[in-house]
């Protein structure tokens, strides 16, 4: 519903009504509440995920806020991109403080135009009759190849996502799609190698032989995004890194994917 295309944030001043509404910590992520990932621009097709804190929210006697939010991207010629109409939501303070983190995503064409894109976010709080604006810029990359949608999940499918979080004893699925690769001119079909490995907190790999695949047959002709995946066991407790590589032998271009994952002893 929203985007991360962040490469700087601008947080508006004048914009609060009277309030003490405050917005912040903006950060583009790897899918839903996943690990923050660098603001270097986002591919065609990507699916845009970012967090946000809303802070100061008032409470009504049942310890419920009430606010809205919406969206606005615009192009590099001023021409409305994307829009979301004010969106209400409520939700309860069952732990109290004054933070409410938030998160949204947007999905980005495969035929999205390259360039800077305008965005703006506007969260009113409903009980207080305030509101704040937080804009910054973001970029869409040339079409190239890469991974996109990578995220977290608690299974195959990708229908749960999970923080990059976990228990030992649980597992974790790192899933990802393949966009931008060749065609072999003959077979008409991409030649893609990937690889997983697992490094500990001093940078060492945790096993010998990383985890791969390839694929190389049967994607048809119309399909541009390979859905992609491994499966984790999160068998001892500690700070990790999960590195993901991937090769297109058509085109002869190479991505590497990095990002943190933190396993939790069972209490």
Not at 6 to 26: F, I, R, S
Not at 100 to 116: E, F, M, N, Q, R
Not at 117 to 123: A, E, G, L, M, R
Request: charged share 20%; proline share 7%.
């Amino acid at each position: 519903m929203m985007t991360h295309l962040l490469v700087g944030l601008a947080l508006l001043a004048g914009q609060d009504e009277g309030g003490t509404l405050e917005l912040g910590n903006l950060r583009p992520t790897y899918g839903y509440l996943g690990a923050t990932r660098p603001k270097t621009g986002v591919l065609p097709g990507e699916m845009a995920h970012f967090s946000f804190d809303i802070k100061n929210l008032k409470l009504d006697a049942n310890g419920r806020a009430a606010f809205s939010i919406a969206i606005e991207i615009r192009d590099e010629k001023g021409q409305l991109f994307y829009e979301q109409k004010p969106y209400n939501a409520v939700a309860h303070n069952f732990f109290g403080g004054d933070s409410l983190p938030a998160s949204a995503h947007l999905a980005i064409p495969v035929d999205t135009k390259p360039g800077i894109y305008d965005f703006k976010i506007t969260v009113r709080d409903r009980n207080a009759k305030t509101s704040k604006v937080m804009a910054g810029k973001g970029k869409v990359l040339e079409p190239d190849f890469g991974l996109i949608r990578v995220g977290t999940y608690a299974d195959a499918q990708g229908q749960t996502p999970v923080p990059p979080v976990g228990v030992v004893g649980s597992s974790l699925w790192v899933n990802f799609s393949a966009v931008g690769y060749g065609r072999d001119p003959k077979t008409k079909q991409p030649d893609i190698q990937v690889e997983l490995r697992v490094l500990d907190d001093k940078g060492q790999a945790t096993f010998t032989k990383p985890l791969s695949g390839r694929v190389h047959e049967d994607v048809g002709e119309a399909v541009r995004m390979i859905p992609l995946g491994f499966g984790l066991t999160m068998n001892r407790p500690g700070n990790f890194t999960v590195e993901l590589r991937a090769r297109c032998g058509v085109c002869d271009k190479s991505t590497t994917v990095r990002l943190p994952v933190r396993i939790l002893p069972m209490e």
